[in-house]
């Protein structure tokens, strides 16, 4: 038995309105909308090698801090933790006098075809690492990893730890074989092989079409829809075309390191189990003796927490903390919930741990 429809149609007709004023004004501001920018503090260039830059943040006060090296993944660009003034971790961290690095990992051609992990972790990496550290007369510098920069920086630290006093980690993979990881069932089936030898670098357009189609009604049709509902305020626009050029500007991917990457961690899931070489080195996470403070977001798609957690007991430092954070992959940086909560909670973590 059908339960009839109950239309009003004065609300059917004042809904439509609404609709139609907003789309009027929405077309007036999308003719207004100019080219917008990510990286909203003021920053300087102090290394350049190859495509990779390293830059250092420049406004505000962060005298006597132990500087704060910022590494991201190669997937996108790093400009999501600056997105905007007031969507910014950067900002946040320079507010509260914490002092930052950035390495932009910039877009591979064919030129970077056979760069290696090792190339990127023991080599870029490390070379930034030793940067800050020369600038600044010191031993050991603060390094932050995000997403597969978080792996990265395990990895680092497993193998260069003398050179960290702190290690912070933000939605980064450890288990990468959980059972709620889409990523991973996906990866695990894939002839890898084929893949790199047939492409050469993995083009960014198919990797963003892979994590849109992860949850393909949200982010291909609901997002647009809910679009409707911002049309006639030029900032919540301005917002939302920011966003959407940072996700479709992304890098390709070097072929070989995507190789090692998709078969010793998503197949292999070799980090966890102490089999991750990197230039002939064994990755042992329970080298990692310095204080680590973990950070994951309860709603993340791309790594869910049961994957980011087992860090607790994969290392060998006593000094263990974790962040569970209300949000999702990308609102941990430009949520007002993670403006309020994740830059605050990095800065009382290290403030209590001066090396």
């Given at each position: ?11 059917a007709?004042?809904?439509?309105d ?14 207004r ?8 503090s003021?920053k ?14 420049t406004s ?13 993944a190669?997937v ?6 600056d ?15 914490e ?18 992990l ?15 550290r020369?600038?600044h007369?010191l031993?050991?510098?603060?390094l ?8 990265f ?5 497993a193998?260069r730890g ?22 991973s069932h996906?990866t ?6 084929l ?7 993995v ?11 992860l949850?393909?009604v949200r ?25 959407e050029?940072?996700?479709f ?21 070799k ?5 991750v070489e990197i ?9 990692i003796?310095?204080p680590?403070l973990?950070?994951?977001?309860e ?30 992959h ?6 007002s ?12 973590w290290?403030?209590a741990?001066?090396g």
């Amino acid at each position: 038995m059908f339960t009839p429809l109950r239309i009003d149609p004065q609300k059917a007709l004042a809904e439509i309105d609404t609709f139609r004023r907003k789309l009027a004004a929405g077309m007036q501001n999308l003719q207004r909308v100019g080219d917008y920018h990510f990286g909203a503090s003021a920053k300087e260039l102090v290394y350049e090698e190859d495509k990779l830059k390293l830059w250092h943040f420049t406004s505000g006060s962060a005298a006597g801090r132990r500087p704060i090296l910022v590494t991201y993944a190669l997937v996108n660009t790093p400009w999501m933790v600056d997105l905007q003034p007031d969507r910014s971790l950067v900002a946040r961290l320079l507010e509260r006098g914490e002092d930052v690095y950035l390495i932009e990992w910039g877009y591979p051609d064919l030129a970077d075809r056979w760069l290696t992990l090792e190339d990127y972790i023991l080599g870029y990496l490390d070379r930034c690492v030793d940067q800050v550290r020369t600038r600044h007369g010191l031993d050991r510098i603060n390094l932050l990893g995000i997403c597969e920069g978080g792996a990265f920086s395990l990895c680092y630290a497993a193998l260069r730890g003398h050179k960290l006093a702190n290690l912070i980690t933000m939605v980064t993979p450890v288990d990468f074989h959980t059972r709620d990881n889409m990523l991973s069932h996906w990866t695990r089936q894939l002839d890898v092989d084929l893949f790199v030898d047939t492409l050469r670098n993995v083009p960014a357009d198919l990797m963003n079409w892979c994590y849109l189609t992860l949850k393909p009604v949200r982010l291909n049709q609901q997002k647009y829809v809910g679009m409707v509902d911002v049309l006639d305020d030029p900032k919540e626009i301005e917002n939302f075309l920011r966003m959407e050029k940072w996700i479709f500007d992304s890098p390709d991917q070097a072929g070989e390191a995507f190789r090692q990457f998709i078969k010793d961690f998503y197949q292999g899931n070799k980090l966890i189990k102490g089999e991750v070489e990197i230039g002939g080195e064994r990755v042992d996470l329970k080298s990692i003796g310095m204080p680590i403070l973990n950070i994951f977001a309860e709603q993340d798609h791309l790594v869910p927490p049961s994957a980011s957690r087992p860090l607790r007991d994969a290392v060998g430092t006593r000094d263990y903390t974790e962040l569970s954070f209300k949000g999702g992959h990308i609102g941990i940086y430009v949520s007002s919930r993670a403006q309020r909560e994740v830059p605050g909670a990095v800065h009382d973590w290290l403030t209590a741990r001066p090396g």
